[in-house]
C-alpha cells in the first residue's frame, strides 16, 4: 500500500494541495458539519485544520458556524 501523506504534517499536506492548486474552500474536516457544510470549529478535525492552516501561513477557507 502507498500512502504519500502519511509521513506529513497537516501543514506540508496543506502546502503541498495548495501547490497543486486544490480549493481548500470546497472540502470540510468537521466530525459535526452542519447541514449546509459549514465547521463546528470545536471538533478534533477543526482544531488540527485550523492549526494547520496557521503553521502552514495559508488562509483558512473554512466556513464555520457563527
Known sequence: ?????????KAEIIRAGTE???D???TVSC???D???RACGRCD???LRA???RT?????PTRYQT
Not at 1 to 9: F, G
Not at 56 to 60: M, V
Open 1 to 9: 500500500m502507498h500512502a504519500p501523506l502519511i509521513e506529513m504534517s
Open 20 to 22: 497543486l492548486g486544490v
Open 24 to 26: 481548500y474552500g470546497l
Open 31 to 33: 466530525y459535526q458539519a
Open 35 to 37: 447541514d449546509q457544510g
Open 45 to 47: 478535525s477543526c482544531r
Open 51 to 53: 492549526e494547520g492552516f
Open 56 to 60: 502552514a501561513s495559508i488562509p483558512d
